[in-house]
């Protein structure tokens, strides 16, 4: 069997599933920060395998702005996790729930 | 390299005008002086920063507004990455407007916290300028960097109280919210990618993520599955961002614990930039309307439904705002899906943001002046007879709720009736009694606040109790600034009510 767009379009689903699953279930933020990583990640996967089965390089170049814009994220996003944490003691989501509903 | 290569790179190299986004480079070489400034100013002086951010601004404002106010040139620039236009002028003018409302609310909220400066004013200008550039967006590309630029500069903003709780919490709220948004979305570019630049389909092409070539594809394509889905993803992305429901989940939050200027910030600039993003995408995805239309005016139904009853029972002020917000994102979807059918409609969702504009910075200049330590906590009866104590920002409070809610004489009242003559115009008949059901709804709510300012609130005392309740607040202290800016905010509000010809012609000429 040879490898052709549709795996890799599966494989690309199947992360972005994976991740976004993740993100609504799982209780600890830096899990949760992981599977919105892996959904990113989920997209550049799919857009090189389209960029290279359809020959055009616009969906390859949009990949270098993804990466820098998921590095700026986890700066930001990790520098506001340990904050958090300091003033808690916690990232476990139930237990972050001082603002009411 | 081939000649033919190089002379493509040459055109596209000349539609680099790099002339026309001088607004946008100006306020990012401001954001970058400010920080010089902090670097180079004596400690002493580090006051003065805040006043240079809001100059600057008002300088560059005023520019615009007076010589340059139909942008300098129409059409698609930078190899198609934006696209210059009178909507996207005014929607400049938009965002400078809000953000040095914002830059205020900052200096106000400020004042009595131990905490970095600078570097929220600095953020504020990237973040607007981001904006700005999101409005004008014509690519993928340019619209995700612009949209990420924003969001990753609301991180910080959200967030940056760093000794409250609230703060923070709203922060890590907004950042997981955030990024799922922008994730969600990214999928979509990547299938409407993947749809459009297919070469055994007809109308595909190599840059696929240019609106102008998307639309050609799926109008040689309009029931092409792939695309279907990745055009579904990609307004969930923009909905998250506007807030309208089922993706409103972080609104309450988020405007709660974020600082007021923030939350001022979130709940205008944002919002408008999704709006402008959909106004774009709503033309991009015309061929696929029958499948689109119905799926935004059933978010736009239940967004309406959702915000006005979600906030009849709140008691904190942000959280009220914040969902009453959520309300005004279904108005201006209603505008958004006439705009398909009646093309002026597109003006009149910008007059409903210029009047929302106006009211909600007159509401959230108040809410900075109230004296709380931390402005997450103020609650309605924090407001307890307010227009006893300083009948000034009574009164604002009454025109900026007023405007909100939609009594007439006032600029919002315009704009909701603008907006359901699109609605009648465009034959949206059950979104138009939905709109209508929402306002009287809305009216309650929005009353409330006005009588916990105006009436005093019955408290149940003792003797004992009532000697400490009644001088617990203090009156709010104001300076000529604040004055004058909530005076520039609440005449908007009544003047815009009054006479909306100078600024109607002004968007319908653009």
């Known amino acids: 069997m040879t490898v052709g767009l549709e795996q890799y379009i599966a494989v690309s689903a199947a992360l972005f599933a994976i991740g976004f699953f993740g993100v609504l279930r799982r209780k600890n933020t830096l899990v949760i920060y992981m599977c919105l990583e892996l959904m990113l990640n989920a997209c550049n996967l799919g857009l090189i395998a389209f960029s290279r089965y359809h020959g055009g390089m616009s969906g390859s170049v949009f990949v270098f702005f993804t990466i820098t814009v998921a590095a700026a994220e986890v700066a930001v996003g990790l520098a506001i996790i340990v904050a958090l944490f300091r003033k808690r003691q916690t990232v476990q989501v139930p237990d972050l729930n001082a603002l009411k509903n | 390299m081939p000649t033919d290569t190089l002379n493509s790179l040459g055109e596209i190299a000349a539609t680099n005008t790099w002339g026309a986004i001088y607004p946008e480079m100006i306020l990012g070489c401001l954001a970058l002086f400010l920080l010089v400034l902090e670097v180079v100013l004596p400690k002493f002086a580090h006051g003065a920063i805040p006043r240079i951010a809001i100059l600057g601004q008002i300088l560059l404002l005023g520019y615009i507004v007076v010589f340059d106010p139909s942008g300098c040139c129409n059409g698609v620039a930078f190899g198609g990455m934006i696209e210059l236009s009178g909507t996207g002028q005014a929607l400049r003018i938009f965002f400078l407007l809000a953000s040095i409302f914002v830059s205020y609310l900052a200096m106000v909220s400020f004042e009595n916290k131990t905490l970095a400066r600078v570097e929220y004013f600095a953020i504020t200008l990237v973040v607007t300028g981001a904006l700005s550039l999101m409005a004008m967006a014509n690519h993928f590309v340019m619209l ?121 910030f979130l709940a205008v600039s944002s919002k408008a930039a999704g709006f402008a993003v959909l106004l774009t995408l709503v033309k991009t995805f015309a061929p696929l309307s029958s499948v689109l239309v119905p799926v935004l005016t059933g978010i736009a139904a239940l967004t309406i439904l959702f915000g006005n009853f979600a906030a009849l029972t709140q008691r904190n002020l942000k959280r009220l705002i914040g969902l009453s917000g959520v309300s005004h994102a279904g108005f201006l979807l209603i505008g958004v899906i006439a705009a398909q059918a009646v093309p002026q409609a597109t003006n009149w969702v910008l007059f409903y943001l210029f009047a929302y504009l106006l009211g909600s910075m007159a509401v959230f200049a108040v809410f900075a002046h109230l004296p709380k330590v931390w402005d997450s906590d103020l609650e309605l009866d924090d407001l307890g007879d307010m227009a006893k104590r300083n009948g000034f920002l009574g009164i604002a409070l009454a025109i900026g709720i007023g405007s909100l809610a939609g009594i007439p004489p006032l600029a919002g009242f315009i704009g909701k009736f603008l907006i359901f003559v699109a609605a009648f115009k465009a034959e949206l008949y059950v979104l138009l009694g939905v709109g209508i059901v929402g306002v009287v709804i809305s009216i309650y709510y929005y009353f409330g606040v006005i009588k916990a300012a105006f009436f005093e609130v019955w408290r149940f005392t003792d003797e004992d109790e009532e000697a400490e309740a009644a001088p617990a607040l203090p009156g709010a202290t104001l300076t000529g600034l604040g004055k004058l800016t909530i005076v520039v905010a609440i005449a908007g509000s009544v003047v815009l009510g009054f006479f909306q010809g100078p600024l109607g012609s002004w968007l319908s000429g653009q």
Request: net charge negative; glycine share 8%.
């Open chain 2, 144 to 264: 995700f960097v612009a949209l990420e630029t924003a969001t990753v500069g609301f991180y910080v903003l959200v967030s940056y109280f760093r000794q409250n709780v609230l703060s923070l919490e709203a922060g890590l709220k907004y950042l997981i919210m955030g990024a799922l948004s922008s994730a969600i979305l990214l999928f979509g570019i990547v299938l409407l990618y993947g749809a459009a630049s297919n070469p055994a389909l007809a109308g595909s092409s190599e840059d696929a993520m240019n609106f102008q070539n998307l639309r050609a594809f799926l109008e040689a394509n309009p029931t092409d599955s792939l695309a279907i889905i990745g055009m579904l993803l990609v307004i969930s992305g923009v909905a998250f961002k506007i807030g309208a429901f089922p993706f409103q989940i972080w609104i309450p939050d988020v405007y709660q614990g974020a600082p007021v200027s923030t939350t001022a």
